[in-house]
């Protein structure tokens, strides 16, 4: 599992981004604010420190986890009644934070864009020529994958994807419905973490590393 200075730039970028919505807050047991606050300042400062190792312990992460989960301070959105922006500004930034902290990963960036079309490419390749006819919503996956393409190659919507619901309900049917297909699985994961949990793979420290790993997978 990576543990690197990007991931600890990273975590003190996405405290700053959450830190700066709740400015004019005091550090508090007394208020959700004042525990965020408190959860963020701690883990930039270990960031800083260079005294982060990543995964963190869950249990140092639980106010994060639990605003997380429960939106309690999504209101503090500049337009809270708007789901996407509520997306964009709290929730982007508290994934990302537990992305990095909790699981250690390391996030989707601009450079990395231009190899998802390719990484489309590597998992329809195996799917062109299945051992077993491909059921109705497997085939309807392709059909989601090749849009995807699309959309990622013209730069058309921003990623992470906030849902598969509902344009994309095939890759929710389909991901245990294709595990029989040899070397699916992986492939499967990696479109899947790129576009809708804006996570890269481990192995793609530099874009020179991710470069060369994509074009292995169009010898699987």
Request: net charge negative; charged share 25%.
């Amino acid at each position: 599992m990576p543990n690197t200075n990007e991931q600890l730039l990273d975590v003190i970028d996405n405290c700053n981004i959450l830190l700066n919505k709740f400015a004019g807050y005091d550090s508090t047991d007394n208020t959700p604010e004042g525990r965020m606050i408190a959860q963020l300042t701690w883990l930039k400062e270990r960031a800083e420190n260079h005294d982060l190792p990543l995964p963190v312990q869950p249990e140092m992460l639980g106010t994060l986890r639990y605003i997380y989960m429960d939106g309690t301070l999504n209101f503090h959105a500049s337009n809270p009644s708007d789901r996407e922006c509520v997306y964009w500004e709290m929730e982007v930034p508290m994934e990302r934070l537990l992305n990095l902290a909790k699981h250690g990963r390391l996030l989707l960036k601009d450079e990395y864009l231009r190899l998802i079309p390719l990484c489309i490419d590597a998992l329809l390749l195996i799917l062109s020529s299945p051992p077993r006819n491909l059921v109705a919503n497997e085939r309807k996956f392709c059909e989601d994958l090749n849009h995807l393409k699309k959309l990622v190659s013209e730069k058309k919507f921003a990623l992470p994807q906030r849902t598969y619901m509902p344009q994309f309900e095939s890759f929710i049917k389909s991901r245990n419905s294709l595990t029989d297909i040899e070397n699916v699985k992986p492939l499967f994961k990696i479109v899947d973490d790129l576009i809708f949990n804006g996570v890269r793979p481990d192995t793609w420290l530099t874009p020179e590393d991710a470069e060369r790993e994509v074009k292995s997978y169009f010898t699987l």
